[in-house]
C-alpha cells in the first residue's frame, strides 16, 4: 500500500471499531483536567461512584424514580 487512493479504499473497508482505532492513532487525545476529575469521580469515594452506588440501591429496593422528575419543567 502505497499510494493515498490505496490507503483511503483500505480505510473505506475498516469496521467501526477498527476506524476508531485508527483515529485514536492519528490523533491522540491528550487527558485534560476533566478526565481526570472524572476518573476521580468514579473511584470509590467519588462523587459519580457515590451516585451510582445510590442508584443501585434504589433500583434493588424498588425506589426507582422518573427522571427529570414529574412538574419539574
Do not use: Y
Given at each position: 500500500?502505497?499510494?493515498?487512493?490505496?490507503?483511503k479504499?483500505?480505510?473505506?473497508?475498516?469496521?467501526?471499531?477498527?476506524?476508531?482505532?485508527?483515529?485514536?492513532?492519528?490523533?491522540?487525545?491528550?487527558?485534560?483536567?476533566?478526565?481526570?476529575?472524572?476518573?476521580?469521580?468514579?473511584?470509590?469515594?467519588?462523587?459519580?461512584?457515590?451516585?451510582?452506588?445510590?442508584?443501585?440501591?434504589?433500583?434493588?429496593?424498588?425506589?426507582?424514580?422518573?427522571?427529570?422528575?414529574?412538574?419539574?419543567?
Amino acid at each position: 500500500m502505497s499510494t493515498v487512493a490505496e490507503i483511503k479504499a483500505a480505510i473505506d473497508r475498516l469496521s467501526p471499531q477498527e476506524r476508531c482505532e485508527l483515529e485514536a492513532l492519528l490523533h491522540p487525545w491528550a487527558e485534560d483536567d476533566w478526565d481526570r476529575r472524572m476518573a476521580a469521580d468514579a473511584e470509590p469515594g467519588g462523587k459519580l461512584h457515590d451516585m451510582m452506588s445510590e442508584s443501585r440501591k434504589n433500583a434493588r429496593g424498588g425506589k426507582l424514580m422518573d427522571f427529570p422528575p414529574p412538574g419539574s419543567k
